[in-house]
C-alpha cells in the first residue's frame, strides 16, 4: 500500500499538483505511522509473552503494565485490527495476573473473534493459540468440562499425526481424567497405543504408561497397577523427571494400598517406590510440593502406615499442602491421583470402613 502512494505521489510531482502531492505525503505518514505503531504494539506483546513463561513475577508485571500503556496510546491513533489483536492479548495477560479468570475468557473470546472474521488476521495457527488461551482459563476456573470442549475443537485445527495434536490430545486425557470419564480414557488409550509418539519417544511412553498405571488404580485396581508400573518406574535420563515421580508416587500408594491383601508384593512395590524416589530427588531440583510429599510418605512409613496414627503427625503438612501457594497442585501435573485426598480417604476407611466397593473418587481436583 505504501509502494502504491509513492509512485502516486511521483505522479503528482511530475504533473505539479501541488494539491495532490500533500495529500499523499500525508497518507503516507499516517501509513508510516501505523506501520510503526504495528510494529511497536507486536514488539510489547512479544516482551509480556517472553516473560510469561519465566520465573519473574514483578517483570512479567512490568511488561504488561507498560504494554498496556504504550499500546493504549498506540490503539487511539491507528484503525488497524492487528493493533487491536495486540492490545486485547496484553489486556486478557492483565486479567490472567490478577486471577480474573472470567474476564480473560471474555477477553480472548473477543481477540478470536477478529482473528475469525478480519483477513489481515486470519489463520489456522492464531486461532488455535488463542483457543488454547481461553482452554487454560477455564482450567483454572475449574470448568474442566468446558476446557475439553474447546481442547477438542483445538485439536480439530491439526491433523492427528501432528504433534500438537498428540499434545493436546494429553491435555485431554487429564481433563478426562478429572471429570472421571474413565470409558472415555479407556478409547483415549487404545487410540494412543497405536500413536507412532507413543512406540518412537521414550517420554511418550512413559507418559502413556504413567495414564494407564492412573487409569487402573482409579478403577480400583491397585494391584494390577501395582504390576503394570513396577517395570515402569525406574528413573531414566530420557524421560522427564516429572512423569517419573508421578509413575513413583502411583507406585508408592498402589503398594500401600494392598499391603493388608499382597503383602509381598505390597513390600517390593513401596521399597522400589522410595528408591527410585530419593534418587530423582538426587539427581533434581524437586519443587516444594513433591518434596513435602516425599516427607508426609517417610512419615507414613516410619509409623508403619497406620493413618490414623500419622494424621496428627502431618496434620499441619497437609494444610500447607491445601492453603499455602507453595504447596499447592496444579493442573496438567504428575499428581492425576492427588496425595492429600488419597490420605484422607485412607483415614477415613481406616476409621470406619466402607462396606461397599466402589471406583476410587480421589482423582485429582483443583
Given at each position: 500500500?505504501i509502494e502504491?502512494?509513492e509512485l502516486?505521489k ?19 505518514i ?16 512479544q ?10 513475577p514483578?517483570?512479567f508485571k ?5 504494554g498496556?500503556?504504550e ?8 484503525d ?6 495486540f ?5 486478557g495477560?492483565?486479567?490472567k ?9 471474555k ?8 482473528v475469525?472474521s ?8 492464531r486461532?488455535a ?15 474442566y468440562k468446558k476446557a ?6 483445538t485439536?480439530?485445527?491439526?491433523k492427528?499425526?501432528?504433534?500438537e495434536h498428540?499434545l ?45 498405571g ?10 494390577t497397577a ?8 525406574n ?6 523427571f516429572e ?9 508408592l ?15 517390593k ?14 539427581d533434581?531440583s524437586?519443587g ?12 507414613l512409613?516410619?509409623r ?7 494424621l ?16 499447592k497442585w ?5 499428581e492425576?491421583?492427588?496425595?492429600e485426598?488419597w ?5 477415613q ?18
Amino acid at each position: 500500500m505504501i509502494e502504491g502512494y509513492e509512485l502516486l505521489k511521483l505522479k503528482s510531482v511530475l504533473n505539479a499538483d501541488v494539491k495532490e502531492y500533500d495529500q499523499y505525503d500525508q497518507k503516507l505518514i499516517d501509513l508510516e505511522e501505523q506501520r510503526t505503531g504495528l510494529h511497536k504494539a507486536r514488539k510489547h506483546y512479544q516482551n509480556v509473552s517472553l516473560h510469561t513463561g519465566l520465573p519473574l513475577p514483578k517483570a512479567f508485571k512490568a511488561a504488561i503494565e507498560n504494554g498496556l500503556k504504550e499500546v493504549k496510546d498506540i490503539s487511539k491513533k491507528s484503525d488497524l485490527y492487528s493493533v487491536t489483536y495486540f492490545l486485547w492479548l496484553i489486556e486478557g495477560e492483565s486479567l490472567k495476573l490478577k486471577k480474573d479468570y472470567s474476564g480473560a475468557v471474555k477477553k480472548y473470546r473477543d481477540v478470536l473473534e477478529i482473528v475469525r472474521s478480519k483477513a489481515p488476521l486470519q489463520s489456522s495457527e492464531r486461532e488455535a493459540q488463542i483457543l488454547l488461551k481461553i482452554a487454560q482459563c477455564e482450567v483454572l476456573i475449574e470448568n474442566y468440562k468446558k476446557a475439553k470442549e474447546i481442547f477438542s475443537e483445538t485439536a480439530n485445527l491439526f491433523k492427528k499425526s501432528d504433534y500438537e495434536h498428540y499434545l493436546i490430545s494429553s491435555k485431554i486425557m487429564f481433563l478426562d481424567f478429572y471429570n472421571g470419564n474413565y470409558s472415555e480414557i479407556k478409547s483415549l488409550l487404545d487410540l494412543r497405543s497405536r500413536s507412532r509418539y507413543i512406540t518412537s519417544l521414550p517420554y511418550a511412553t512413559a507418559q502413556y504408561e504413567f495414564f494407564n498405571g492412573a487409569f487402573l488404580y482409579l478403577n480400583d485396581k491397585p494391584l494390577t497397577a501395582a504390576k503394570f508400573l513396577f517395570s515402569k518406574a525406574n528413573p531414566t535420563a530420557s524421560i522427564p523427571f516429572e512423569t517419573q515421580l508421578g509413575i513413583n508416587f502411583l507406585l508408592l500408594i498402589s503398594g500401600i494400598d494392598i499391603l493388608s491383601t499382597h503383602p509381598k508384593i505390597a513390600d517390593k512395590s513401596i521399597k522400589e517406590a522410595f528408591k527410585n524416589l530419593e534418587e530423582i530427588k538426587a539427581d533434581h531440583s524437586l519443587g516444594k510440593r513433591d518434596k513435602l510429599l516425599i516427607r508426609i510418605f517417610k512419615k507414613l512409613k516410619a509409623r508403619n502406615y497406620d493413618f490414623e496414627v500419622t494424621l496428627p503427625v502431618i496434620a499441619e503438612n497437609l494444610q500447607e499442602l491445601k492453603r499455602d501457594s507453595d504447596y499447592k497442585w496444579t493442573p496438567f501435573s504428575h499428581e492425576v491421583v492427588r496425595i492429600e485426598e488419597w490420605i484422607n480417604a485412607k483415614n477415613q476407611k481406616s476409621v470406619k470402613p466402607t462396606k461397599k466397593k466402589t471406583t476410587r473418587k480421589i482423582v485429582a481436583k483443583a
